[in-house]
């Protein structure tokens, strides 16, 4: 652990974030907390875990990585 502030101690939760803020959240405004976190939801279980190209899985969406898992778990 390093100094308050520092984003190395965490860097998958702000690599997260970061993805948040400027690919969703940049250029929206919310009324209420509860509209805010109904679009949290849904760019986490909509875009985030489904679609959207993930580095560490090759650039493929983590639903197509799932379903090959869930092929060879089959298979196997």
């Given at each position: 652990?390093?100094?308050t502030g520092t984003c190395f101690d965490n860097a998958?939760?702000?690599s997260f974030f970061g993805k948040l803020k400027t690919e969703w959240m940049h250029h929206r405004h919310f009324a209420t907390k509860k509209e805010a976190r109904r679009e949290i939801i849904r760019f986490v279980e909509g875009f985030y875990n489904t679609r959207r190209?993930?580095?560490?899985?090759?650039?493929?969406?983590?639903?197509?990585?799932l379903d090959e898992w869930f092929t060879h778990q089959q298979v196997a």
């Open positions: 652990m390093g100094r998958m939760a702000e190209l993930h580095s560490a899985m090759g650039y493929r969406p983590p639903i197509e990585v």
